[in-house]
């Protein structure tokens, strides 16, 4: 058995170490192994996308955690495969493309330098961005849309029967509040941010991530999902 997470950065645990994030102070406290899938910046989309890759070869002995990030956030995908992310980040990611760490990879094809390989890229597409974030982007379009990733992907884990939680990152108002009129115990009413004292958006800290992670610890054993004897 293990615990996998799916989520954006507050899942990947920006500003803690890899061995403070609540995946990992999770997977402790269960004594499981543990996958961390959390990807700084990345969408809703991101989200929906890789858990359905995940459930491709899923163990059901297994725990999935899924943390849904800001809808506000999209993805463009160039002809060549690499990923943007408007309409607040022009950066890009080589993980859409490569599907794992692109360095080894690049370095094969003669590119020593990734970040600059990466800026390249940016520098290129950039106005398609811009041009895509000015002309159509919809916040109220993305919000349903997350709703909907939200919802579908809710009713296929029930249909598998997979062992999950679902819970939201931070608090807004443009999330579609009757997804819990919709959902049961498996999404978290509770917000991340919001529960550990962040949620104003900032990171949470290495306190948090445990406080957060004690927390899914007692749903876990709500929801009979690990075996205390």
């Not at 990030?69 to 160039?78: A, G, L, P, Y």
């Not at 495969?81 to 690049?106: A, H, N, R, V």
């Not at 990734?114 to 390249?120: A, H, P, T």
């Not at 062992?163 to 498996?186: P, Q, R, V």
């Amino acid at each position: 058995m293990k615990i996998v997470s799916v989520g954006c950065s507050f899942t990947s645990g920006v500003g803690v170490l890899a061995n403070e994030t609540y995946t990992y102070q999770l997977s402790k406290l269960i004594n499981s192994d543990f996958h961390n899938w959390g990807e700084a910046g990345h969408s809703n989309q991101y989200i929906f996308r890789k858990t359905i890759e995940l459930l491709k070869n899923w163990d059901k002995n297994d725990i999935l955690i899924i943390q849904w990030t800001n809808s506000n956030r999209d993805e463009i995908v160039t002809n060549e495969g690499y990923l943007f992310y408007p309409p607040f980040s022009y950066w890009c990611s080589l993980s859409f493309l490569y599907g794992k760490d692109p360095i080894p990879d690049l370095q094969k094809i003669g590119i020593s330098d990734k970040d600059k390989f990466e800026k390249e890229i940016v520098e290129k597409n950039q106005s398609k961005v811009i041009e895509y974030s000015e002309n159509f982007y919809n916040p109220e379009y993305q919000s349903t849309i997350s709703f909907c990733f939200q919802y579908a992907l809710y009713g296929l884990l029930k249909h598998l029967n997979i062992k999950f939680i679902m819970f939201y990152g931070w608090e807004f108002e443009y999330y579609k509040k009757e997804i819990f009129s919709l959902t049961d115990t498996n999404f978290i009413k509770e917000k991340f941010g919001v529960f550990v004292g962040t949620e104003y958006g900032e990171h949470p800290d290495a306190s948090g991530h445990l406080k957060w992670a004690e927390f899914l610890y007692k749903k876990i054993i709500e929801l009979n999902y690990i075996n205390l004897i």
